[in-house]
C-alpha cells in the first residue's frame, strides 16, 4: 500500500534521513529525529532554514509525479520579507524575473497579514528596528534551488522566513510543528 507523509518540518532540520556532512561532530538535525516510519523518501526538498510541509512517500511514481519539475505542481509559500514590496515589484515576480539560471515563471503573488495559524520560530527572525517587515503568499510551479528566496532578493525584499504551506492540494493545516500525519494513496 502506498504511502504518503505530510511533515511540518521545522527551522534547521536537513530535507533527509541522514547528516552527509557530519565531519565527526554532532549530526545536525535531519528527518529521522521525527518521522520513525520505514522506506520512505522525500519527494522534494525544503532547504534546512525553511519551514513547512514536506511530503514523504514509499510510492516511486508518486514521489516523481510531487517532485518533477515537469509535472508543474504548484507550491505555496508564506514569505516574510524585509521592507513592504511595492505594487510595481510585486508585478516583477507575477511577470517572472530574471534569475542567474534564467527567468522565472509567472508567480501568483499576493500581500497578506501574518497567517493566524503561525508558529514561534526557535531561533526567533532577526528583526531590524529601522526597516519594517512584511508578509507576502507566493505560488509557483517551479523548484529551482532557493528559488523563492533569490525571487524576493531580485526585487529588493531579502526573504526573513520562509514556510511552505501547500503542495498540490495538500496543506499544512491541522499539523503542528515537529509533527506528521500519515495518509494511505
Do not use: C, H
Not at 552527509?20 to 529521522?32: M, P, W
Amino acid at each position: 500500500m502506498s504511502k504518503l507523509v505530510l511533515f511540518n518540518k521545522p527551522f534547521n532540520v536537513l530535507s533527509q534521513f541522514t547528516d552527509n556532512k557530519n565531519t565527526g561532530k554532532q549530526s545536525r538535525q535531519n528527518l529521522k529525529d521525527f518521522i520513525p516510519i520505514p522506506n520512505i523518501y522525500p519527494a522534494g526538498r525544503l532547504d534546512r532554514d525553511s519551514e513547512g510541509l514536506l511530503l514523504l512517500t514509499n510510492d516511486g511514481r508518486l514521489q516523481n509525479k510531487i517532485a518533477n519539475p515537469k509535472n508543474k505542481m504548484s507550491k505555496t509559500y508564506w514569505v516574510q520579507v524585509e521592507g513592504e514590496p511595492s505594487d510595481t515589484a510585486l508585478q516583477a515576480l507575477r511577470d517572472g524575473v530574471m534569475l542567474k539560471d534564467g527567468i522565472t515563471l509567472p508567480a501568483k503573488i499576493r500581500k497578506i497579514e501574518e497567517p493566524q495559524q503561525l508558529w514561534k520560530r526557535e531561533p526567533p527572525v532577526r528583526f531590524r528596528k529601522t526597516v519594517p517587515d512584511s508578509w507576502v503568499e507566493i505560488t509557483i510551479k517551479e523548484g529551482r534551488n532557493r528559488q523563492v528566496r533569490r525571487m524576493t532578493a531580485a526585487i529588493g525584499y531579502p526573504t526573513l522566513r520562509l514556510i511552505r504551506y501547500r503542495i498540490g492540494s495538500w496543506t499544512l493545516d491541522g499539523i503542528e510543528p515537529e509533527q506528521y500525519i500519515e495518509l494511505s494513496v
